[in-house]
């Protein structure tokens, strides 16, 4: 009898023995974890918060300024008699439109970014629209200038009061 | 006595080196609204006319290079 409990209480120490250690490990993994949500959530303080912001309203004014300057100088070019260079004239307005919704995407990505659990990734979102819309924008300037040197060169467009 | 003298100096010291400081770093950001309020009137600033070469004028005045500016600012800022 006294050899039976011996065994079940050398049992019963052992198996503690053997689980204690993976249990504590469990639970520091675990609050390991969580510090590190906490920490990366307070990573971005409510200073750079403010700056991130403030940068990213900066760089929305700055593309809405140069997309409503292109789309002036489409309707100037409008204005004329432009009936040959039509096509080249409309493919242009509609790229424009694409960098608007471009636009309002990156609006929308910049102000996640200070919500969101990975900031960063959330910020290769933004590198990789911004690119878009530069490169897009360029590609319209580019269009524009070659539809005005072909309005001079060609003699097309030749508006009234000229 | 002089040890008095002397925090009382280091006191205003510190209070001076922070005064200074902050007018430095409002200056610097009042300086960058500046900057930047300057740069966004000359985008918006173009003629009305459909005159070809005041068309090509203002497209050439188009500034395209320093639309990402601020994402090295907000890169840094992510830091």
Redesign the interface.
Known sequence: MKLTKGLLFLSFTLITLVLTPQVLAKQEIRVKIEEKKTERLEK?SAI?RE??MS??N??I???E??V???E??IT??E??DVSEIKTSLNEAKQKLTLVKSNVVTLKDSLSS?TTVED??AE?EK??ET??G??ND??EV?SK??KL?GD??GLRV?E?KN? | MTNKLVISLLAILVIVLGFFGYVVSSNKSFTETKT?ER??TK??T???????DS??T???A?D?D??????T???T??K
Do not use: W
């Not at chain 2, 173009?46 to 070809?52: A, F, H, K, L, V």
């Open positions: 971005l750079r700056r991130i940068y990213s900066k760089m004014v700055r593309l300024s140069t409503e300057r292109l002036k100088l100037r070019i204005k004329r970014m900031p960063k910020f933004v590198r911004l690119k819309i530069q924008l360029k300037h524009l200038v005005v309005i001079k467009g508006n000229d | 930047f740069e966004i985008v918006e173009i003629s009305e006319t459909d005159d070809i068309i090509e203002d497209l050439n188009t395209l320093g639309l990402d500016q601020e994402l600012s907000i890169e800022e992510l």
